[in-house]
């Protein structure tokens, strides 16, 4: 028979001696007072990351628009645009790709497809080269039409370049030269394509475009170790183009008051006040001092500001007897007096044979959906987007 075991008998202690010998320090030991500590080691590794991750970011080689490969691919399956067509070409069975006009462009990332491939990739100075064509060849010419098209192809070409910058985690001065020059694009596309039908343009997915384009702008101004030419324009268009957000708000607060105080911004921020206070004969006022980039991003709320408008002015000049001169609200408005006279009806305040207005808080109403669009209330030269596209590419 086997005795029992004492269930009480002490244990022994172990020291420092009897663990094994790894390298690491444990509770109650002395360290080598030349040994870096662990925020020293720390230190180390993450600059080392931050090395290695530089070295593992892909550098583009490619010194075209467009890739050879997907050159060929898309000629072979019929996927050129007509504005990448070889001249002349483009009735043939199957249409040539022009080589100085074909432009790369977007794709979806896949499962299994490699998008890191440096000879697919656009470098820097290649990718502003094709913003320019596409600005230049592409979005400012007369002769293309209808421009809904035109809007479509740079749309996804620019998407491309943006995939481009990504994957290169493109920084510094051509990552901002690039995003100005899409962000006043898209902008300019909200005011010039507004109202037209769904299925030709999408205001919503252009709308997260620019959304995404002025933030990832701002943060490079932000970033960035010396100023920007442009950053006051843009700081003043973002604050615009999201007039009442809160958000947009607290950023330009943040800015350095030195930057806070220009004209641009402190004009900007007159037009949001303004807006906060439902105040819009001010706003509308104050949208004249405005130059033409900074009315494209502010249009999207100017039909809000001319009903809220003729809301008060039909509460505050109801009475059988007043009449109000066409010309002088035309000028509220900030319409031209022929299109104040289609507008007005709209929302059932009337116009009689002499010019005159008449108000009637009973007889305001809403307009009925696609109507009072402000694409028929404003005008669309192609001059006044050469000197705006223009005035970037040459800074």
């Known amino acids: 028979m086997v005795p029992p075991q004492n269930m009480n008998r002490r244990r022994t202690r172990r020291g420092p001696h009897s663990f094994p010998s790894s390298g690491r320090t444990y509770p109650g030991e002395w360290t080598n007072r030349n040994q870096p500590s662990w925020r020293e080691r720390g230190c180390g590794q993450e600059d080392t990351r931050d090395k290695l991750e530089e070295d593992c970011v892909p550098k583009g080689t490619c010194q075209t628009m467009c890739t050879s490969f997907e050159m060929r691919q898309r000629q072979t399956q019929h996927r050129l645009h007509q504005y990448e067509m070889l001249r002349g070409t483009e009735r043939d069975r199957q249409p040539r790709a022009d080589p100085l006009r074909t432009v790369k462009e977007y794709a979806r990332p896949a499962a299994g497809k490699d998008s890191t491939n440096p000879s697919d990739l656009r470098p820097p100075d290649v990718l502003k080269k094709t913003v320019r064509y596409l600005i230049d060849k592409i979005a400012t010419s007369p002769n293309l039409q209808p421009w809904t098209e035109v809007y479509g192809f740079v749309f996804d070409r620019l998407r491309a370049v943006k995939q481009d910058m990504i994957i290169q985690r493109l920084s510094g001065t051509d990552c901002v030269t690039i995003l100005e020059q899409a962000v006043r694009f898209l902008v300019y596309a909200s005011y010039r394509l507004c109202g037209e039908p769904l299925r030709l343009y999408d205001p919503k997915i252009n709308d997260m475009h620019v959304q995404e384009y002025m933030s990832w702008l701002l943060d490079c101004y932000v970033t960035g170790s010396t100023p920007y030419h442009n950053q006051e324009e843009y700081e003043a268009v973002n604050l615009l183009y999201n007039l009442g957000c809160t958000k947009a708000l607290e950023h330009v607060m943040h800015l350095p008051e030195e930057l806070r105080h220009t004209p641009d911004i ?3 921020l007159l037009i949001n006040r303004a807006y906060l206070e439902r105040n819009p004969v001010r706003l509308l006022r104050l949208s004249k001092k405005l130059n033409f980039f900074q009315t494209c991003a502010l249009h999207r709320h100017l039909s809000t500001c001319r009903r809220d408008l003729l809301l008060i002015y039909s ?17 509220l408005l900030d319409l031209d007096k022929c299109f104040t006279a289609q507008y007005c009806p709209l929302y059932g305040v009337e116009i009689n044979l002499e010019n005159e207005v008449i108000f009637s808080k ?5 307009p ?12 669309n030269t192609t001059e006044k987007l050469l000197l705006l596209m223009g005035c970037t590419i040459n800074k």
């Open 362 to 366: 009973g007889a305001f109403a809403d």
């Open 368 to 379: 009925e959906h696609g109507q009072g669009q402000c694409l028929q209330y404003h005008n």
């Open 266 to 268: 402190s004009l900007a």
């Open 315 to 331: 509460h505050g000049f109801s009475s059988r007897n007043c009449r109000f001169p066409l010309e002088k609200l035309s000028n």
